[in-house]
């Protein structure tokens, strides 16, 4: 069974700092997508990795893939409070998963001024 | 990128009614979709796979005869909750993949929030 932690699952940075959300799974994987949610609000997609070594930055945020460790990585990059939200790491395993998407718990982040 | 409507985005209703929730892909076929639900501070929990022209997929402990999947065609799906209950409440969301698309992403509906009073 594929399984996708995240670490840490709540954070509270103050404008200005840096951080990485990590996201760990268990099998091996065909891509991994990363989310972000807002209060009340449906999934807005950020990131899609295919492959190991991809990274992808957006504004603040960066992404990266590491297929050998399983791990793959969100930074944040002098965060503002437009970055307040939820986050969310998911594994695709399309051959033999159904083409269904393992999610993990989510990463909250609160940014302070 | 592609786009998922859901109707209605909220409904309340009464314990012991059905209610039904559209998924619609606006701009792309969809022979998948899927169904999730999400308790209040917790990730998605995926329900079903729908899948057009057959029976949905259902995960374990997820009840069939009570979340009703119909995909009837390549741009919809609706997910019927059967003789609600209050413990029923929660937000659903659908999502599809479009296969046209390099990545094989999901694209997430806005969600319906269902209270069942």
């Known amino acids: 069974e594929l399984k996708v932690e995240q670490n840490p699952l709540f954070l509270s940075m103050q404008e200005g700092k840096n951080y990485t959300i990590y996201c760990n799974y268990s099998?091996?994987?065909?891509?991994l997508y990363w989310y972000r949610q807002d209060p009340g609000k449906s999934l807005e997609s950020l990131f899609v990795?295919?492959?190991?070594?991809a990274v992808k930055q957006e504004g603040r945020l960066m992404a990266s893939l590491d297929t050998k460790a399983r791990l793959s990585t969100l930074h944040i990059t002098a965060a503002v409070h437009d970055l307040s939200a939820t986050y969310f790491c998911?594994?695709?395993?399309?051959?033999?998963?159904?083409?269904?998407?393992?999610f993990g718990d989510g990463t909250t982040l609160t940014v302070k001024p | 990128g592609a786009v998922v409507s859901q109707h209605p985005s909220w409904v309340i209703c009464k314990s012991g009614t059905s209610v039904k929730i559209e998924c619609r892909s606006l701009?792309?076929?969809?022979?998948?979709m899927f169904w999730y639900r999400q308790f209040p501070k917790q990730s998605l929990m995926l329900m079903a796979t729908?899948?057009?022209?057959?029976?949905?997929?259902?995960e374990q402990g997820v009840e069939k005869d009570k979340f009703l999947i119909n995909h009837a065609s390549l741009t919809l799906s609706t997910l019927t909750v059967t003789s609600a209950h209050p413990e029923d409440s929660s937000f659903y969301i659908c999502?599809?993949?479009?296969?046209?698309?390099?990545?094989?992403?999901?694209?997430f509906g806005p969600g319906t929030r269902l209270t069942v009073t």
């Open positions: 999502s599809a993949r479009d296969p046209a698309s390099g990545t094989y992403e999901q694209y």
């Open positions: 099998t091996t994987s065909d891509r």
């Open positions: 990795l295919l492959s190991n070594g």
């Open positions: 998911a594994v695709d395993i399309l051959l033999t998963n159904a083409g269904k998407s393992t």
């Open positions: 701009d792309f076929q969809a022979t998948t």
């Open positions: 729908s899948n057009e022209g057959s029976k949905a997929t259902y």
